[in-house]
């Protein structure tokens, strides 16, 4: 059998060589840190004199209202309604889409929902197994603090499928802040 060789202190040139190595990763480690430090202090002192520019500056509202007068007519309406479309997104949905989940216990599927924020009103649509079925999931919608005035608008038993569901449509208001 052939004899092996182990050295388990090893050579001190081999440590002297991984130190090196390890020491010049570190270092480099270290610079890109400072770096990285020194481009966001940077960033921060640019955003703050940002902030301290429009403090200081005329009110934004003036501002606009320069740019919209400078606009020809086509280009005020498409902001005119680019700013309808921001309004809508800025609405309160996740309170009503809570509520219409928080009444969904009730064994009907809704099919379709319909906000209109100008109104204030939700169109609901569904099917359920029964007319009891749907008149019961409109007292759970009553019941929720952001709906009101729900009325049933028009009811169909479907008989020409197996086990005639009702399909059906549903009005309610939509209170924006309860």
């Given amino acids: 059998m052939a004899r092996f060789d182990i050295d388990f202190a ?3 040139a081999q440590v002297r060589q991984r130190a090196l190595v390890l020491l010049a990763t ?3 480690v ?3 840190a400072v770096w990285s430090i020194d481009t966001l202090r940077e960033e921060r002192a640019a955003i703050r004199e940002q902030v301290a520019s429009m403090r200081s500056g005329p009110a934004p509202r003036s501002r606009v209202a320069t740019a ?3 606009m020809p007519p086509e280009r005020q309406r498409e ?3 680019a700013n309808r479309i ?3 997104l800025n609405l309160p949905w996740s309170g009503l889409l809570d509520a219409i989940e928080h009444a969904a216990g009730a064994p009907v599927a809704l099919l379709a929902l319909q906000p209109d924020p100008q109104d204030g009103t939700v169109r609901l649509s569904g099917e359920a197994r029964s007319l009891p079925a749907v008149l019961g999931y409109l007292e759970l919608l009553q019941q929720q603090p952001v709906l009101s005035q729900v009325r049933l608008e028009s009811h ?3 008989v020409q499928e197996p086990q005639r569901p009702v399909r059906f ?3 309610t208001r939509w209170r924006l802040q309860p």
């Fill in 26 to 28: 570190g270092l480099a």
């Fill in 30 to 32: 270290a610079s890109a």
């Fill in 79 to 81: 902001v005119a309604q």
């Fill in 156 to 158: 169909e038993t479907m």
């Fill in 68 to 70: 919209e007068a400078a």
């Fill in 10 to 12: 090893g050579s001190t």
């Fill in 86 to 88: 921001a309004d809508s």
């Fill in 169 to 171: 449509v549903a009005v």
